[in-house]
């Protein structure tokens, strides 16, 4: 949970350094703001004074200002904070396995699939892609499983090359190809980090995912 400390460290100094640059710049254009309406007041013509009433909607007009760079300031702040949040939250997460459809590392360990398959299918097959997109294996799906262990070893017992590696299901129906949908995978979470589109978990292997895209999490064994 170190990671949240430092988020949230890094995250309100940000914050408060917005505070005395707003206020220097309230300040200064408040200064301004009085020496105009000093020197309205002093070359007015004597004949035709400056209504006061107008002196109070200036004054006014001011104050409307004023406080709508302290509220935008203070936004900046409340997001700077929920940004902060995020990291914390999925930080608790690195060393999980997270289930999802990005690529997968393979290490000669087995893999756990959550194949996917159309409710009205009454035949599956898994399929298998390498890091560049192309099928390298095909094999029968059971129905009645939703989750199969996918050892990384091809017809004739040779395993397959480490790497990434993404699954898909075609499901059939009277021989005819219905639906063909990404299987979901587990891969562990290394890393957490916060980039302008919002938080981004990085899988062992390097792929990238954002919090909900993961469709379940459970503890590495």
């Known amino acids: 949970m170190s990671i949240t400390a430092t988020s949230l460290t890094a995250a309100t100094p940000a ?8 206020k220097s710049v309230i300040s200064s254009d408040f200064e301004t703001f009085l020496k105009m309406l000093t020197t309205q007041a ?44 995020n990291i914390g939250q999925v930080a ?27 409710a009205s299918a009454d035949s599956a097959q898994l399929i298998v892609y390498d890091a560049q997109g192309k099928e390298v294996q095909r ?13 990384g070893v091809s017809s004739d017992g ?12 075609e499901s059939k129906a009277s021989g005819q190809v219905i639906s063909t949908t990404p299987a979901e995978s587990y891969s562990r979470i290394v890393e957490a980090r916060i980039e ?12 990238e995912i954002t919090a909900d895209q993961i469709r379940a999490l459970r503890e590495t064994d």
């Not at 999802?100 to 290490?107: E, H, L, R």
């Not at 094999?139 to 996918?150: G, M, R």
């Not at 302008?196 to 792929?207: E, P, T, Y």
């Open 15 to 22: 914050a408060t350094e917005a505070q005395p640059k707003s």
């Open 158 to 169: 040779t395993p397959f090359a480490n790497g990434l590696y993404t699954f898909g299901v």
């Open 139 to 151: 094999s029968p799906l059971s129905l009645s499983e939703s989750q199969v262990q996918w050892a």
């Open 196 to 207: 302008n589109s919002g938080s981004r978990l990085i899988l062992a292997g390097g792929s």
């Open 42 to 85: 002093r070359y007015q013509d004597p004949l035709e004074p400056i209504d006061s009433s107008e002196y109070s909607a200036q004054l006014a007009q001011f104050s409307m200002v004023e406080q709508q760079v302290k509220s935008n300031d203070l936004l900046t702040a409340l997001t700077t904070q929920i940004g902060g949040g």
């Open 92 to 118: 608790g997460w690195i060393g999980m396995e997270a289930r999802s459809t990005a690529p997968v590392q393979f290490n000669g360990a087995p893999l756990t699939i959550a194949p996917n398959i159309a």
